[in-house]
């Protein structure tokens, strides 16, 4: 008889809770639990649920969803949360890991005027993940283009499209927005921000390799904003990517941060989630 070769495990699917804002981090443990996600990923930003971790505990106890991720409190609308300090937001974002039992935090590349951050930054997500166990996974960015000032959405895009790239641009990070030009352990692949940058997102995935820790599973066109589309509603090679991940040994976490603002009601926003959804189970499948 024939020997199997070992079978793999499926890969778990995440929704952020920053996926259905303006609802809060409740609203997204029970749209995940109503759906039939295996988990979600914290964003801790400015709502107070999201910072008090004793509570996310309780809510995931109670709709009976696990938090596979954390989010570190590194937006621009997230500066003032957990104190002004980075390096101790970082930190907390790790030990809130920890007490959660998620295995990751997704962290940003620390902003160009956090000059100490910036100085510190790859000897301290290193330390961190020594003495934590926890993969802080960084995520690749995108610049601040000078055609998000002027024009149309789709011009934008179709702009971006003919030259080949982002044309005029500034990046506010004080490291590389693509990760593996300074080497981390654990990478973050975001679909949404490779759009936004007009980066070859295979080609990135192909860099991270078995560093590939964590995917946010969006989409985008290429407009000058991050746009966090259904995947497949953009141009970003989503399934294709979702196929790799699904024959390779990867051992992370999908977690899909896609925007539902134009929702109005709650069947309209769980119909977009549940279609994110069913886009991550079909492309996941492992045979």
Known sequence: MAERGPVKVDIPIGLSTASVYPQNTEAAFQYASELGFDGVELMVWGEQVSQDIDHVHYLSDRYAMPVLSVHAPCLLISQRVWGRDPIAKLARSVTAAQELGASTVVVHPPFRWQRRYVKQFSTLVAELEADSGVAVAVE?????????????????????QRRGGPGVNVSAFGTSID????????????LSHTATAGVDALALFER????????????????????????????????????????????GGVVLEVTTGSARTKPERSEILARSLAFAREHLART
């Not at 610049?143 to 011009?155: H, I, L, N, S, T």
């Not at 990760?179 to 975001?190: E, N, S």
């Not at 991270?208 to 497949?232: I, Y």
């Open 140 to 160: 690749n960015m995108f610049p601040m283009r000078a055609d998000r000032v002027f024009g149309k959405y789709e011009e934008a895009a179709q702009r971006m």
């Open 179 to 190: 990760p593996t030009d300074d080497g981390f352990a654990h990478y973050t692949l975001d």
């Open 208 to 251: 991270m390799g078995s560093n590939l820790n964590h995917l946010h599973l969006t989409d985008g066109v290429g407009a000058a904003v991050d746009e966090h589309l259904v995947p497949g509603d953009g141009n970003q090679p989503c399934v294709e990517v979702c196929r790799r991940l699904a024959e390779s040994d990867f051992a």
